[in-house]
């Protein structure tokens, strides 16, 4: 049996990978269409706001990639979800991942992880393209600013709540 080595050393049948895909309606209809999909949780936060927006995803070849590309991969852990994020650095190993809510990286991903790429965001009913000059932008001085976005946004935060009391009073 062919095993795959997961992010923590365990391994893995990459057949029960394998099967989890194709039994993915998502990914299964990935192969010859878009999809479009509802990211959950806060990883992803600014770009994704959960219950409100949506990812549009193509299939992508992982040589085609490069940093900053929002991806959808499967992790070889036991969950075996669906992730999506943000290339953080591609190197030999693999790819590293990171959420834009998120200063941890994730990796080495392999190559066969990578099931998609995120072309557009579909918000408030209107679609942007990742390849609008405004998003190309923002995402990229977000990527420089990951080792110190938590102070970042916890200062944001702060800042918020400050405000909103100061005009209640």
């Known amino acids: ?9 365990n391994l893995m049948p990459n057949n029960l990978y394998r099967e ?7 990914i299964r209809e990935l192969e010859n269409n878009n999809i479009k999909i509802k990211p959950k949780g806060y990883s992803m936060y600014p770009l994704f706001i959960p219950g409100r ?6 299939s992508a070849e992982p040589g085609s990639l490069k940093k900053g590309d929002v991806v959808l ?17 591609i190197c030999s190993a693999g790819f590293y991942m990171v959420g834009d809510n998120q200063s941890e990286v994730e990796g080495p991903i392999e190559p066969i992880q990578i099931r998609g790429k995120l072309i557009a965001i579909e918000r408030n009913g209107k ?16 990527l420089m600013l990951r080792p110190v976005r938590t102070p970042i946004v916890k200062t944001a935060a702060a800042v918020k ?9």
């Open 127 to 142: 679609e942007i393209s990742v390849d609008n000059p405004v998003y190309k932008i923002l995402s990229n001085i977000w």
């Open 73 to 89: 991969y499967r992790r070889f852990d036991s969950s075996g979800i669906l992730v999506l994020h943000r290339i953080w650095k």
């Open 1 to 9: 049996m062919a095993y795959l080595k997961t992010q923590q050393n």
């Open 20 to 26: 989890l895909d194709e039994q993915s309606i998502l």
């Open 161 to 169: 709540g400050f405000l909103k009391k100061l005009l209640k009073k």
């Open 53 to 58: 927006d949506y990812a549009i995803i193509s």
